[in-house]
Each structure stands twice: as structure tokens, then as C-alpha cells.
């Protein structure tokens, strides 16, 4: 029985000839239909706007990347942000500062002809005015029938302030100025802890309601 050979149609559906012309076919196609228009796509349903309600609002102390960081914001640790004076800056500003102060002390002569010179600042003027303020800060001195004010906390600055020049300044003073400030601090030490101490035993034994 012989095989019975597939029939089909091969259809050219390519739109020019090799010249480049536009075949008849297409071109009778593309006139009997019209090129459908697009349909546009519907446009989303205007959303109604929202209402403002006051919220909480984002604010932001730090400098853009852009700019660079000054004032007291600046970090103290980073060196070119704080550029250190040159030697002629410091120089003039010294010299500068002199001046000044020569021109203050002759004001204040004129003002009180009595006056005498004012002399240098010295380890021992330091010493004693941290030593004063640490005093006054635990309620010395008192005049009568006043109740002392103390500040324990503005004392034991200074007191901490007292030790640190100690540390910084060890090997660095003449005798007379280590002894002063030896005596400053054991003085000062002491009547911290008398303070501290009276303070703690009377939080352990507060007195009873109504008294004076």
C-alpha cells in the first residue's frame, strides 16, 4: 500500500520583497483593517487627600556630609578641627595680654592711689583659691545664726581638682608648695567625710514628723 505523501501549503508572510517593496498582499491586508486604537488604560480614582494631623517632628542637629562640623558641637579629639596656634599666634596673643593687664592695674591706681602693685600668680595663690571655694562649698564660713549652705558636690570638685594638680604637678613643686598642698587636701578630705558621714547617719535616723 503506498504511503499517502502530507499535503501543506507554504504561505510567505513577509511583508517586502527582496527589492525592499512592499508586497500586494500586505499592503490589501493592512486596508481592509484599520489599526485598531490603543485602549488607554483608566485612570486610578482621584484619592481623596489626606488630612494634616500634627505629629511628632524628626529634627536632626547633625551636619550634612558636606558641610564641616564647628562651634561646640566639634569633636575636642579631632586634631583638624581644633588647629593648634603657631608660635607667633601665641606669641602676639601674649604680648597682647600683658598690655592689657599693664593697662588694667594703671586704671585701677588712678582709681585707688593706695594700691600697690599687683604681683605675680604663684602655685600657692592656686592651691588656696580651689582650697576657698572647696570650703565655702561645705558651708564655711558661716556667720552667726545663719544655717550653713553646703554643696557637696561643687566641694568635692574642687577637692577632685586639688588631687589632679597634685598627680600633674608631682615632682614638678618646690617643697613648700607640695607641703601646701598636702595640708590642703588632708584638711579638705576630713571634712568631707565629717559632712558624709553626718548626712548618712541622718538619713538612717531622720528626725520625727513635727519637729523643728
Same mark, same amino acid.
Do not use: C, W
Given at each position: ?26 499592503? +490589501? /491586508?493592512?486596508? %481592509? ?8 488604560? $483608566?485612570?486610578?480614582?482621584? =484619592?481623596?487627600? @489626606? !488630612? ?16 564641616? +562640623? /564647628?562651634?561646640? %558641637? ?8 581644633? $588647629?593648634?596656634?603657631?608660635? =607667633?599666634?601665641? @606669641? !602676639? ?120
Amino acid at each position: 500500500m503506498a504511503e499517502k505523501t502530507p499535503s501543506f501549503t507554504v504561505s510567505d508572510r513577509r511583508k517586502f520583497t527582496l527589492e525592499g517593496e512592499l508586497r500586494e498582499e500586505t499592503a +490589501a /491586508t493592512e486596508e %481592509e483593517s484599520p489599526a485598531q486604537p490603543i485602549a488607554s488604560k $483608566p485612570a486610578a480614582p482621584e =484619592q481623596p487627600a @489626606a !488630612e494634616s494631623k500634627p505629629g511628632p517632628r524628626l529634627v536632626t542637629t547633625a551636619p550634612a556630609a558636606s558641610e564641616e +562640623a /564647628t562651634g561646640p %558641637e566639634a569633636r575636642l579629639d579631632d586634631e583638624e578641627l581644633i $588647629p593648634e596656634p603657631t608660635a =607667633q599666634e601665641s @606669641a !602676639e596673643q601674649h604680648a597682647a595680654y600683658r598690655q592689657s593687664s599693664e593697662d588694667l592695674d594703671s586704671m585701677l591706681r588712678q582709681a585707688n592711689p593706695g594700691m600697690g602693685p599687683s604681683g605675680p600668680v604663684t602655685m600657692e595663690h592656686i592651691i588656696q583659691s580651689m582650697y576657698l571655694s572647696a570650703v565655702v562649698a561645705m558651708g564655711a564660713p558661716t556667720e552667726p545664726g545663719q544655717k550653713p549652705r553646703i554643696d557637696i558636690i561643687g566641694a568635692r570638685q574642687s577637692i577632685d581638682m586639688l588631687g589632679v594638680l597634685q598627680e600633674k604637678t608631682k615632682g614638678n613643686l618646690m617643697e613648700k608648695e607640695q607641703r601646701l598642698l598636702q595640708n590642703a587636701l588632708f584638711e579638705l578630705r576630713m571634712m568631707f567625710l565629717d559632712i558624709t558621714n553626718a548626712i548618712a547617719k541622718q538619713a538612717q535616723n531622720p528626725p520625727p514628723r513635727g519637729a523643728r
